[in-house]
């Protein structure tokens, strides 16, 4: 940028730079493990509560590089939003949240696993050096990657409560690795697939197990809850379907596992809605941080390292906002005087009670949706102005 501007007064040429993010000896994968860990151990964990479920969480995005042809490893890969092909990589991220900051832990650019999807090859490098490992990584299937990523931010000292992925990660392995190696239980969504699940001594999969079972009535946040044991091999480790509606498409429905069986319906949806976080980090590293855009080599090992440059930019911007929004920030006496950011909000907090009397109305006097409607319209007028302002904001947001 310094250069663009004209204000660059530095004894070296940005040969120089290229030639610094080339290098393959620089492991920037550990770089932003441990920037991370520093700033979720040393600012964002000291402001708020220990009882705070803060999660680790896993995505994939597309790392495009449509107009290339000779980049290192480029492969054709699935573009979930245009449901199309393209040329580039899948940067595999884990992030680590709190509810209110998101903080991008590590990353991988995926390549194809499979030669038949491999449209470069990489350079020649001995396997046990940190480049090789590197590319060796980036052919292997994300189902591993993501477990070596989240094993490599436990020992760089990152800890959380769960861990949360969509369903194209959502597989028994998955979460059987992370249940047994890490110690970690998962939080995800499920795919409507023909995977078999353990549910009352059948095989079933997540389409028969809702056949089977009778649906709550009324305005309940989930339709279906249910136990089931997830396996894999020899291994298996206990689980809860939680059937909710898809506000997209109201006939149609969508299902959340969770590990932990003792954690209520209504906390596993609070819980996994956390994974929007890492939605929102793609967004704004795409359009505002020039990612994939700032650079255009073809090295493979530069393109880690700019990616690298782009996440320390997002951890600096996430302290920042932290900082400009959480009072606890501004001196020690606020910090001690000062409650902590909340995790949901006044209006979202009236809206939970709300739909828990109206399930107890409906389950203890059977009453018509018709008749549950006009009860809500009564009981909401009874509220003071300001209760109905704060649900009204949340209705026209939902």
């Known amino acids: 940028m310094q ?68 980049v290192e490893l480029l ?3 699935f573009d ?14 884990l992030g680590w949240s709190d509810g209110n900051s998101f903080v991008p832990v590590s990353h991988c650019l995926l390549s194809a696993a499979e030669d038949r999807n491999l449209l470069c090859g990489g350079k020649a490098c001995d396997g046990r050096s940190l480049a090789g490992r590197r590319s060796l990584q980036a052919r292997r299937k994300a189902t591993d990657v993501m477990v070596e990523l989240v094993h490599s931010a436990r020992r760089a000292g990152i800890t959380a409560r769960y861990v949360l992925f969509d369903s194209w990660f959502s597989a028994p392995k998955t979460m059987v690795a992370l249940k047994d190696q890490e110690h970690l239980d998962t939080i995800a969504m ?31 946040r989930y339709l279906l809850s249910v136990p089931v044991t997830v ?42 809605g956390k994974r929007w976080d890492i939605e929102v980090f793609f967004k704004a590293c795409k359009s505002y941080l020039n990612l994939a855009k700032e ?45 902590e950011m909340e995790d949901i909000s006044f209006s979202r907090s009236m809206c939970i009670i709300i739909d828990a009397l109206m399930d107890a109305v409906m389950e203890y006097f059977h009453i018509t949706e018709t008749q549950l409607e006009e009860f809500t319209t009564s009981f909401i007028q009874r509220l003071p102005q ?13």
């Open 231 to 272: 396996e894999k091999d020899d291994e298996s480790i206990p689980a809860r379907f939680v059937y909710v509606r898809n506000k997209s498409r109201r006939k149609d429905w969508l299902v959340i596992v969770s590990t932990d069986t003792e954690l209520s319906e209504e906390e596993i949806i609070r819980v996994y």
């Open 3 to 70: 250069m663009k501007t004209g204000t660059f007064g530095e004894g070296f040429s940005k040969n120089t730079i290229y030639r610094f993010l080339d290098n393959a000896r620089t492991n920037w994968q550990r770089f932003t493990t441990l920037l991370s860990a520093g700033i979720i151990n040393g600012f964002m964990k000291p402001l708020t509560d220990k009882g705070r479920k803060d999660v680790f969480i896993i995505d994939d995005s597309l790392f495009d590089r449509s107009r290339s042809k000779k």
């Open 190 to 220: 499920v795919k409507k697939s023909k995977t078999k699940y353990l549910y009352n001594g059948e095989k079933l999969n997540v389409k028969e197990i809702y056949s089977r079972n009778k649906k709550r009535r009324g305005r309940s």
């Open 386 to 398: 300001y209760m109905q302002e704060a649900l009204e904001r949340k209705e026209i947001a939902a």
């Open 80 to 93: 979930h939003c245009s449901m199309r092909y393209r040329s580039g990589f899948r940067m595999l991220t």
């Open 295 to 339: 650079y255009r080599g073809i090295s493979y090992d530069a393109m880690n390292a700019h990616v690298a440059i782009v996440f320390s930019r997002y951890m600096m911007l996430s302290v920042a906002q932290r900082e400009n929004e959480d009072d606890k920030t501004i001196c020690e006496l606020c910090f001690c005087l000062l409650d």
């Open 75 to 77: 492969a054709r890969v």
